[in-house]
C-alpha cells in the first residue's frame, strides 16, 4: 500500500495529464463491448510530472521541426500537413517507428517521472451489474470512471508543494473543467480522511490539446506505452521508458491484495507480472 505523503515543499508543480482506452463499458442496446473491436480492456488515467515545461517543450518542438526538415521523411503521409499528424505534433499512435524512436530517446533525456492509474474495465462492468441489482434506476456514465481515476490518481499529490498547475488533455467538445476541479478537490478530501493532510496550496486546471501544449504529447508516449503492455502485452516501448516510472497503480488485480497492486522502482511491471494478474471478478 501507498506510504505516507512527503511533507510540503516550496515549489510549484506542473502536471499533465492523459489518457488511454475508452471509459465505454456498453453499446446503445445496453450490450456488454468491452474487449470487442473498437473498445478497450483497460482504461487508464496519468500524469507527467515534468520539473522544466518549458525546457521540454522547446525541445520537443525543435525535435519535431528537425524530422520534418529531414529529406529522409519527405514522403511520410503522417508528416505532411494535410493530414494533421505528425506535422501538427507528436502523437505516438500516428508516429512512425523512426519519429518515436527519437521522442523516447528525448524523453528519458529529461526530468520527469510517471504515474498512473489503470481500470480494468471487465471489473467496472462486473460491479455496475451488481450496483445496478441493488438500485434498477442506476445508469452508468463514462466521465464517471474518468472523473473517480482522477480522483485516485491526485490523491497523495496535493498537498506537498506551494502550488499546482495541471494541464489537462481535452476530452470531447464539451468543457469538464468544473469536473475536473470537483475530483481533484475530492483527491485532497481523501487525502485528509486518510492521513489527516489538508492541502490547501492553489490549483490552475487548464484543458489543452497536445499541438498546443508539448508536454501533453510527451505524457501521450508514456500512456500509449502503459496502454500497449497492458492491451497487447508489448513491452519494449515501457521497458525503454521505465525509468521514468514512478508509480503504476492496477486497481483492479486482487489476486493478492484487495486494495489492487502497486508497481514501482522497487516492484517492477512487466509482461510477466501481468501475466499472473487476475481481475477481481
Partial sequence: MTSKPEPKSDQKRFCFVDEAGDPVLFNRRKKVIVGEEGCSTFFLVALLDVTDPDRLG??????????????????????????????????????????????????????????????????????????????????????????RCISRLFRDRLHADNAYRIVFARRGTSDRTAALRKALENARNNLRLKWGIQGLAPIEVVPSVPRQDPCLQAVDYFVWALQRLFER?????????????????????????????YYSQRRPLTVGALEKRTPGI
Fill in 58 to 147: 522547446r525541445a520537443l518542438e525543435q525535435r519535431r521541426q528537425e524530422l520534418l526538415a529531414d529529406p529522409y521523411f519527405k514522403g511520410v503521409p503522417s508528416m505532411q500537413p494535410d493530414q494533421r499528424k505528425t506535422a501538427l505534433a507528436f502523437h505516438a499512435k500516428d508516429d512512425i517507428p523512426e519519429v518515436r524512436r527519437e521522442v523516447f530517446n528525448l524523453l528519458v533525456s529529461h526530468d520527469l517521472r510517471f504515474f498512473a492509474v489503470v481500470r480494468d474495465k471487465r471489473r467496472i462492468v462486473h460491479l455496475v451489474q451488481q450496483h445496478n441489482l441493488k438500485q434498477p434506476q442506476y445508469r452508468y456514465h463514462p466521465n464517471q470512471l474518468y472523473d
Fill in 233 to 261: 502485452r508489448e513491452e519494449r516501448y515501457w521497458q525503454f521508458i521505465w525509468p521514468k516510472v514512478s508509480l503504476v497503480y492496477d486497481i483492479d488485480d486482487l489476486q493478492k491484495n484487495e486494495y489492487g497492486e
